[in-house]
């Protein structure tokens, strides 16, 4: 198996569990701390984000791809390493004062549970996951995060019992970060040995940082800054419900975005190598993969919404199923946009063009927040963050149009949104037969999986869909030699 095959396994399989692991957890939690509870936790997560934010200072995307450059000559990436370290502990340091500062002097409501957040800067500051990824070493850190996961998850049903264990929540969740990131430390002497830099190159990766770093804080406006707003122009109760929202819908587009984490190191090696045939293939696959399958999950998760909603929050948190409707969309967008954004901008070091349509959707969604939230509350949230993805959509096709055939990718995927939209149709309507029950709940799930499954299926075959068809072949034959292989034994 390729290593990317492979480092695609681990990236998704840690997703998925990612993924699995709030279907656990929100019920019991929406239950026992309650809406109120939940947007005060998703208040004070949104202001320590921003710390964050300038704590890393965009070396996720940076250090990643410095890293990936520099791993065929083992002196030169002991100095990348040493000096993208010493950086980020240094301005790491620097922002885990000013947010402690920010806490005694400006909060006057939750103080303990800002304080509690403090763990998230500190897991910012033992975070080396960038390292990893030049590597290509997905399996060392998804291991050990999954464990940790795991057991984060079992913390909060030992501890967390009613609405006054809020701290105990946050703390579980902040220090469990924190301890992951904090296990992949014993195995760096393996690959990197620290060395003594000059300042100036340590200062040399300050201007391209910045550029990413701005990219960051811009995205971070439609992520968070959302729930920031719905918290001052709304109450608290409102930011429960779209915080639930959010998660149902973050949670599955990490499984397809996985693709541009596993793939962004391998190609910024190839540029390097001068590989460009190589990596058009690789992004032509990426693009039709990653909309196939956002689009089953998006169309899918606005279809079981309303019972969604119901069944695992309880009916106080129906009007969460209204929201996750509208941002099921985004899951198609933000798809799309990380394969352009982690396959081919950032690997080709147009960061200002990244940096360009972050800011334009940065702007649109704050002024379309501005006037929705005071009036339809988290919706009008969700349909802000919604135009703002398609902001960014419009920007990195624009650029990308005369350089990547996206007009192609476009025209290749369309039948494949009509039929997610056919499959929305097929599950909507067993909801409004069966209503808001678990029964109801699971065969929807059954019917949108096969009805588009089936329809995926007729399709590529009717009218020759090489990379659809190739795919389903391959997977069938490796279905029949696992068979055949189960038999012999």
Known sequence: MSNVKKNYIYQVCYQILISILPFITSPYIARVLGAKMIGVYSYTYSIVVYFKIFASLGIINYGNRAIAKSKGDQQELNKTFSSLLILHILLTSAIIMLYLLYVHIFVCENKLIAYIQTFYLLAELVDISWFYFGLEKFKITVIRN????????????????????LWKYVFILAFGTFLSLLSVWPFVPKFVSLVRVPVKRITSHIKPMIILFFAVVAVSVYSYMDKVMIGKFSNMSELGYYENAWKMTEFPVNFVTAIGTVMMPKISNLIVKGDFKTVDKYIYGSIRFSVIASVAIAFGVAGIAKEFAVVFWGNQFMESGNIMIILSITIILIAWNSVIRLEYLIPMEYDKVYLLGVCLAAIV????????????????AGIGTVISYFTIFIVQNLFCIKKLSILKYILLNIPYLIIGFVMFIFVRSVG???????ISLIMEVIVGVAVYSALVCIYAFAFKDKYVTDNIKFVLCKLKIKCASDKSL
């Open 146 to 165: 999954s464990i940790l996961k795991i057991a984060t998850v079992i913390s909060v049903f030992i501890f967390v019992h009613d609405n006054s264990d």
């Open 365 to 380: 969604n704050v002024l379309f927040n501005w006037f929705l939230i005071p009036r339809y509350g988290a919706f009008g």
């Open 432 to 438: 409004n037969y069966f209503g808001c029950t678990v």
